[in-house]
C-alpha cells in the first residue's frame, strides 16, 4: 500500500466525531478522483537509440541495447554495458536494438530492458507501476497489444499507450487542450512523426521510417561505395553531428574519420567534408519536407491558419542537425522552431502528465486500454477483497439505521464519491467539440482495417494454395532503418517453431531467409541483400541461374544460357535448388537483359514482386535442413 501521509509515532485513540469526518471526507476525495482521474507512477520514452524513464522528481536515461547470445538468445547484458560492446562483439554475442520503427523489434529482450529499468527506479515491492508509453499514433493493434504486454511482462500494473507527438506539445510547453491546432515534427533515430495535435488528441498524423540513424547509416554507405573504407555507426554519428547540414554551410568544414580499407583490410584515415556530406543527407531531409507538406495539405482551412500563426515545433534527437529548421521553414512556408533540448521533449510531455491530474484526465481517458489478464490481477483481487471487508463490517456497525431505512454514513460516502460519475453517465448525450477529430481517427482506423483485411485474404490464398508446404503467418514489427532494406523483424520466434535457414514470402514473391531467430521474434534478411544467395529459373526459356543481392532493390541473375530467348517481362520463380526457398516461388520480372563481361553467360536484372517497403504479414517456409 502507497502512503500520502506518515502516522508513524501517532498512539491510537478514538477520534472525536470532527475527526472522523475529516477522515470520511479524505477517503471520499480519494475515491472520487481514483474514479474520474487515471493515476501514473512513471513514463517511459522508449526509443530505437534509448530508454527513458520519466519518474516524479527525478530521470533514468539507458542506451537501448542489448547483448543476446545469438544462438540460444539468452540476454548477456543491458544498456549501458551492452553498448559498450557494439561493434566490438565477440564471437556468438549480438548486441540487438528491441525496439525499431517505435514498435518491439525483440520481445525478450525489450522485456528484460523495462524490468531492469523498473527495478533501478525502485518504485515498491506490493504493486507493479502505472505506466504511460510514448508510441508512434500509426502503429497497428498488435504492435499497440505488443508493448503493452511487454510492459506488463516486464512489471508494470497499469500500460496507457500516449501519441509520442502529442507528448513532445505538451512537452514543448503547448496547451494541447485549446481547440487550436499544434504541428508537431519529431525527429527520432528510428522514426519521423509529423503530426497534428488538438483538443488533447490527435487529429492527423504521418509516421514514416526516416530518421537520425538512417542519416547514420547513408554516411556509412557513401563512404563504404566512393572511399572503400567502412566506419562504423559511431563515427558515422560524429560525422552527422560535426558536418551534417540541411542548408550547405560556409566556410566549409572538414574532418578526419578512421576506418577499414576495402582494397587491403588495413587502417586507414580519410578526410570529409560538409559538402560531401550535405549531399548524402539531402535526400532524406527532402523526403521529410514533403511529409510535412502532406500533413498541411490534409488540414482544414482553419487549422492551417493557426499552424501559419503559431508555427510548427521541432522536437527529436535529429532536429540538432544543423540549419534543419531553416529548410523546414523555406520549403512549407511555415515557420519551424526548435524546442529547448529537442531529443528530452517527449520526456518533458510525460513529466507533466505525472504531475497534472486534469491533463491526464483528458489524455488518458479517451485512450482505448486493453483487458488486463487475470493472471496479473493479484492486487486488484487484493483491494477488491479489502473494499468487500470493510464494507461488510460498516453494513454491521450501522445495522440499526440500515433496518430503519434511514440512510447510513456509507450510503452518504458512497453516493458522494460517484456522483460526478452517476451524473455523467445520467445526462443526454451531447455534441462533442473533438467529433471532426474523432471523425478522422475513425476513417484512418477503418481504412486501416480493410487494408489489413485485403492483405491477409491475399496471404490466406497463397497459403491455401500450398497445403504440402504448410508456411506460418507471421507479422513485420521492425524494418531496417537503412535507406535501402536489408532486414527486417517477425513477431515469430522458436516457441512458434521458427528456426534460421527458413524461406519468408509474402503474397506477391520472396522476401528472404531467417538469419536469426530468438525465443519469440526472428530477423530475415532479405534476398536483394549483398550477401544473399537464391536458387532460380525462368520456366518459360527452360533456363536456370542464381540471383545475387546487391544492397539495392534492383538485382541481378547471372549464369543464364545466352541462347535462351530471355526478354524483358519474363517471369523468374526459385528453383528449390539452394535448399532455403521452396520451388516455384515468385522472385520477380526481368527488366534488364545483358551479356557478362569476359564471359559466355548471359545475366539479367529483375525488378523483386515483393514490396518491401510496406510489407505487414509474411509466410514463414520450412524446408529440407530444418523439417
Keep these: 500500500m502507497l502512503y500520502t501521509d506518515s502516522f508513524e509515532g501517532t498512539a491510537i485513540t478514538p477520534a472525536p466525531p470532527n475527526v472522523q469526518k475529516n477522515a470520511v471526507a479524505r477517503l471520499q476525495d480519494m475515491l472520487s478522483n481514483r474514479v474520474l482521474r487515471p493515476q501514473l507512477d512513471m513514463g517511459f520514452s522508449f526509443g530505437s537509440s534509448k530508454l527513458v524513464v520519466q519518474l516524479k522528481g527525478r530521470v533514468l536515461t539507458e542506451p537501448a541495447r542489448v547483448a543476446v547470445d545469438a544462438k540460444t538468445g539468452k540476454v548477456l547484458a543491458l544498456g549501458e554495458k551492452a553498448l559498450v560492446e557494439e561493434g566490438r562483439e565477440p564471437i556468438g554475442v549480438q548486441v540487438v536494438r528491441p525496439i525499431q520503427g517505435g514498435v518491439v523489434s525483440d520481445y525478450e529482450a525489450a522485456r528484460q530492458l523495462l524490468g531492469s529499468t523498473l527495478v533501478s527506479s525502485r518504485h515498491g515491492v506490493l504493486f507493479g507501476p502505472r505506466v504511460a508509453l510514448g508510441v508512434p499514433a500509426e502503429i497497428t493493434a498488435v504492435e499497440r497489444e505488443t508493448l503493452v504486454e511487454t510492459a506488463r511482462a516486464a512489471g508494470a500494473r497499469e500500460v496507457h499507450l500516449v501519441d509520442r507527438a ?123 519536407a514533403a511529409e510535412v507538406k502532406r500533413v498541411l495539405a490534409e488540414m482544414s482551412p482553419h487549422m492551417v491558419a493557426d499552424i501559419i500563426r503559431d508555427g510548427a515545433a521541432l522536437a527529436g534527437g535529429g532536429a540538432e542537425l544543423r540549419r534543419l529548421d531553416e529548410y523546414l521553414s523555406q520549403q512549407c512556408r511555415v515557420r519551424v522552431r526548435i524546442l529547448a533540448e529537442p531529443a528530452m521533449a517527449e520526456a518533458r510531455g510525460l513529466r507533466r502528465l505525472l504531475d497534472d491530474p486534469t491533463l491526464r484526465r483528458i489524455v488518458l481517458a479517451p485512450k482505448e486500454q486493453a483487458p488486463r489478464p487475470a493472471a496479473r490481477r493479484t492486487g486488484g483481487w487484493l483491494m477488491a477483497l479489502t473494499l468487500m471487508a470493510v464494507a461488510l463490517l460498516l453494513t454491521l456497525y450501522f445495522s440499526e439505521e440500515t433496518r430503519a431505512g434511514r440512510p447510513t454514513p456509507l450510503d452518504s460516502l458512497l453516493n458522494t464519491a460517484f456522483a460526478p460519475a452517476m451524473t455523467l453517465a445520467a445526462a443526454p448525450e451531447q455534441p462533442s467539440a473533438q467529433s471532426p477529430a474523432l471523425d478522422t481517427e475513425r476513417e484512418r482506423r477503418i481504412a486501416v482495417l480493410v487494408d489489413e483485411n485485403e492483405r491477409l485474404n491475399a496471404l490466406l490464398g497463397r497459403e491455401a494454395s500450398q497445403p504440402t508446404l504448410k508456411p506460418r503467418v507471421a507479422r513485420v514489427v521492425a524494418r531496417d532503418p537503412r535507406g535501402w532494406l536489408s532486414f527486417l523483424t517477425l513477431d515469430v520466434g522458436l516457441d512458434q517453431g521458427v528456426r534460421r535457414g527458413m524461406a519468408v514470402a509474402s503474397a506477391d514473391g520472396i522476401v528472404g531467409e531467417i538469419v536469426y531467430a530468438s525465443a519469440s521474434t526472428s530477423r530475415v534478411r532479405l534476398f536483394t541483400d549483398s550477401e544473399a544467395v537464391v536458387a532460380a529459373s525462368l520456366p518459360a526459356r527452360k533456363t536456370a541461374g542464381v540471383v545475387l543481392g546487391s544492397g539495392r532493390r534492383a538485382v541481378e541473375m547471372r549464369y543464364l544460357d545466352p541462347d535462351a530467348g530471355i526478354k524483358v517481362g519474363d517471369k523468374i520463380v526459385t528453383s528449390g535448388l539452394d535448399g532455403v526457398y521452396p520451388e516455384g516461388l515468385i522472385v520477380g520480372k526481368v527488366s534488364r537483359v545483358h551479356r557478362l563481361p569476359d564471359s559466355n553467360f548471359e545475366a539479367v536484372t529483375l525488378e523483386p514482386a515483393a514490396r518491401f517497403d510496406s510489407l505487414k504479414e509474411v509466410l514463414v517456409y520450412r524446408n529440407a535442413r530444418n523439417g
Excluded at 492527423?204 to 572511399?227: C, K, N, P, Y
Excluded at 555507426?233 to 558536418?243: G, I, M, N, P, W
Design 166 to 288: 502529442l507528448l513532445c506539445a505538451i512537452g514543448a510547453g503547448l496547451d494541447v487542450l485549446e481547440p487550436c491546432g499544434r504541428l508537431i515534427i519529431k525527429l527520432g533515430a528510428g522514426t519521423t512523426q509529423v503530426a497534428l495535435v488538438s483538443l488533447g488528441s490527435t487529429v492527423v498524423t504521418r509516421t514514416f521510417l526516416s530518421g537520425g540513424e538512417r542519416m547514420d547509416e547513408a554516411i556509412q554507405e557513401h563512404v563504404r561505395r566512393v572511399h572503400k573504407v567502412l566506419i562504423d555507426r559511431r563515427s558515422a554519428e560524429q560525422v552527422k553531428k560535426d558536418l551534417g547540414c540541411a542548408i550547405p554551410i560556409q566556410p566549409i568544414r572538414r574532418m578526419q574519420v578512421a576506418g577499414r580499407s576495402l582494397a587491403d583490410g588495413k587502417p586507414i584515415s580519410i578526410q570529409l567534408d560538409s559538402g560531401e556530406i550535405f549531399r548524402v543527407l539531402e535526400p532524406i531531409i527532402t523526403a521529410i
